[in-house]
């Protein structure tokens, strides 16, 4: 159930059934020579709504903008500060808790996040001090759960890389056959090293690629990877739910 | 072009030839028992990329979570403060800013935008004093378009309302045929009046519309105007980065 | 009934009648060659003062400094930020607030208020949720009352302009005789456009005027708007107390 | 001169001679029995205009609301929380900085301002580290000038006070003859003590007065401190402008 | 008792005792020749040390970090914003409230902290209105006692200055006589003067210290200062939670 | 060399040699039932004095509260909000860039503050765009180093836990060893738990560790972790600045 595509009165009739929500969240940043500026987006909304095709759980628009700075020195990539980042999330945790919800689900697509949402789950839960009845939120990053983590290193090995990685633009490519990209890459995988600034990552990784070899990525792998998290995560999900 | 199915490379090429960029900002919150919570956001997204399939233009993702506190009494609506959608704003046209990007096209879909947004704007200049290069910022709210509104005169007359009107649910099924609902309203045509906050809103609109009638919302005038506002808009987006 | 000219016993006793409130608002910006940096603020204070001479209303001090950004290539202008401003707004209506006022009539002299003022008011609502003793707000803007236009397009058709317009020009003489201006201003009618940040203000409207022929102002014009400002004003002010 | 009664161009004249302004900052906040909510603005307001009408100097619209948190427990106390009235000062003299004003005497009637206005002063050096041509800031405490505490000594003694002073409330009369008050107060010189919030102002303060008898004040005594203020601070102010 | 090296048991049975506490504070920044860069922070905290000797006093850690902004011409000086430290601050009794804190004595050791700390705690005193509970917060600047102001005078006369002064660079000697430093200084006393941004300072003051010769501290003063403020601010600190 | 005992002149002469700072990070809050509050805060001072004492190595002075919300519902903790924590943060690395200082070595001692932190990186990175002298900020968590990890894995199994750690707690009394604690722990070994907010942490662990036995913790303990950190940390620190 996609809450773009549904009406109050049929909110009101879910949170008769449930008060958890999935909110996808993920970036607007450049994925090396064939990966989707809108990857990390992608993923996680691909995803959300496989899970909420299968089972009765409510999707809300995903967060197409996330904390991006050491993307920035590739053209198309856009970043929210870490502290506007927070306000969004905050702000969206707050709106729904008006309504009776009480789980948050946050479905990510993108490790740049992590930071700024952890930081804001603290404002949130500052906010409610012993309050027994204050929020649960959780920030469930689809690729490190350990099945796909699995899944990606029995086909792609190393080659899977730590960004514009093989398991996101397939899955990414599964999500929008219609825009997979070929590209030539050189060196095949990508080098690793650790990173500072946007100008000191560019410099380092000149094609956006950390460590992958993302022309590996075809649809059916995609598929296989969107399968896989769909299950996963939904269990992960139930788990939350049901255990806080 | 949709900046999200791009990659970086296609970007620095498109800059080549252009400056431009649209952004899609919409919200999310509740349009009465037959229209969607996400109406507000699938109405510039679906125009944007209509006009983006006619011509050379770039589309960046949009922004779903608009400032809607006058919704938040009914179940569903989400909300960003006023001054966390400024942040949005102004981070997203400061990220853009740094790759060149020249004019920015923000295709609004709701009104509630309308004050924070054009605040955000204000900072943005405020930053560039006399500076020769500032940004250009326009807010497009594809419903107040002449065309666009003498359109919804000519098929509703009055029933078209100001909230969950007949035009933007009709155009909102035509982006989503699979999602077009049907439901009793009772008065036919809902009343107007001023409003103040979201207690208020609730007392004076129970069902969430305001002076209209969306009930006679169907897909083939969604199409209608979904044409008119591509063609109407496009013009318009190029008198704004012609004469700005 | 002047507050700042008042004891606070008698706003206590004040209280006890009306938990009503006016609040001037206002900017210091350019007006053109022969307009007062001061008109905005001037215009709605006198107004005010007007209203509360004939009836028992109580006028706060005017909040002199605006949202003025796009006036500040001309010597002179002052302008908060949108997020100051609307922390001005907020911090004096949650002080009156205390004392047990509900109903803030920000009786307003400038168009570029209206964004970061009407923002304020939803951060206020947002925070009462559905309290139902949320305080009701209202920008009412003297310029924009149909009779005031409707006096204005008779007594100087196209020439009155959108900013330094004559009647704000001629509403500040009234108010203060001791300092009109003669200039020389060429063309007679300021051009009209579209306009962005201060730097292209200035350079569509070199002597700062838009659309306006301000060297028509007198003060015998500037009675008659204090007259109908003063009376249609009092009708909106007893409106919006009686009905929210 | 005053900037709110002058053009653009007579201050752009007026910055070829002097890159000089005062800024009178005030409060609206009880003062005892018998003194005007406005006192706090209305003597610096006062005072600058006499300074004004002897010299050529500039005077800038008054901010009128302060920051008087301590006062909030009685009737018509309007206070700006100290970041708010901060943000207020930092934009106000960045402002006139862009015009060309290198020298700010914020003229002040308020002691409660006294800690944001000197931290707002701090943010402002903050933003121009080791810059030769960074603005000069001064807070001018009209009441704690030398020669006015002397003359207030010598008039009243003990009597004088903290809060709702006689030479405060004689000089609001001498600015306003018209709303000069008259109450019972008991005792008659008020108690001193050291205070916290504004519900331990008012418990130790009942009627708002800290050791002072303002029943003393009146028009006479206001224009005494008149002449003195207007002729002790221009010097000042022309000690700041010389040797900063 | 020092809460760092306290269980959170011992301050459980602490807060059955006493809800006051003692929280110093300091900065980091240049004391002139033979000054140590922690001067501010090792005063305050050596005193607070010596309190909780003797009595049953809880001391929690020193907040190390100042409002310095003028001192940043210097190497090794380091400022937080007042914004920021405002933020500090706020946070800090906010957190200690919840276990049931009522007084908060800050023992400050730097002039510059004066502003934004007392603006915080306007604003902590802002949150509680009414509230009869509301903390009780007191800034305690040493140097200023007047006790300690007497010993100084009697031993350094003028020389004891206004910055980098004699007493409190022979208070930090005693606490770390390890770290004694010897300078020549020209001239022998050093110029004071009023100032502006930290380039100012830095030009007025070129050796760092304002009206002082530190030259002339040792650690037998030290020994003097430090037993004389540990018996008076133990007085003032009785004092402070008795009565309010 | 620790800054708060040096001069300026020092600090002026140290920036010939070294333009890298170590700035210990850590927390005040509990620890378990013989963990002290200020663990956090004193592992990283310690370890850094070490390293400072072998090597010429500048050492800031510690900021002891950090973002501990979780640990809210046990007497004595404090915390930053994590936007304050990251002002913190953004503010001292930007006073000592003004200095010279470009190697930003924050030496931790607490998780918690692991994700303000991070984003305060992304905030000052964000500053600097491809500016190729931007600062080089690294967040050292000590217990996370390997040669440490596997030392307490050897030492303790999984006894070590993950609050209030043997590790931790042993360090903290080697620093400390006049404030060891002893006290009954039942069970010897506490639970492990995914947790919320600070109410969710005490029900799930009443006594504050978590899956930890800091009963185990000896000064002799101790002594071989800072031992082994000292050593480590600083390969750590010399590979940060050489690389970077
Ligand atoms: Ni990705
Ligand atoms: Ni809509
Ligand atoms: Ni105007
Ligand atoms: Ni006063
Ligand atoms: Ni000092
Ligand atoms: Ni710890």
Redesign the interface.
Known sequence: M???????????AY?ERSTAIIIPIGS?E?????????TD??CPTHIAAGMAEKEDMLV??????G?S??H?????????????L???VI??VG??R???FTHFYFLNGHG?N???V???F??I??G?????T?P??RLANWWRDSAIAALAKELYGNAEGYHATVSEVALSYHA?P??V?H?EMEPAVAPTD?F?????F?RKFPD?RIGSSPQLATVADGERFYQLAVETLTKDFHAFVA??
């Not at 450049?30 to 809108?38: A, E, R, Y």
């Not at 809300?60 to 903008?65: F, H, L």
């Not at 409610?128 to 027994?132: A, E, P, Q, V, Y």
Request: glycine share 8%; with cysteine; charged share 15%.
């Open positions: 996609l809450l773009a595509l549904s009406t109050w009165q049929e909110i009101e949170l607007t450049q994925h090396g020579p064939n990966g989707l500026i809108g987006s992608i809300a628009p995903t967060i197409s903008y904390m700075q050491h920035m020195a590739f053209a198309g990539s856009a970043t929210l500060s870490p502290s506007t927070m306000a969004v702000d969206i709106s729904f008006q309504h009776g740049g992590i930071a700024p952890t930081s804001a603290s404002e839960y500052a409610h001090g012993n309050d027994k204050s649960r939120c929008h219609e825009a990209k590209a650790e500072y600034d946007a100008a000191d560019r956006g255990n806080s």
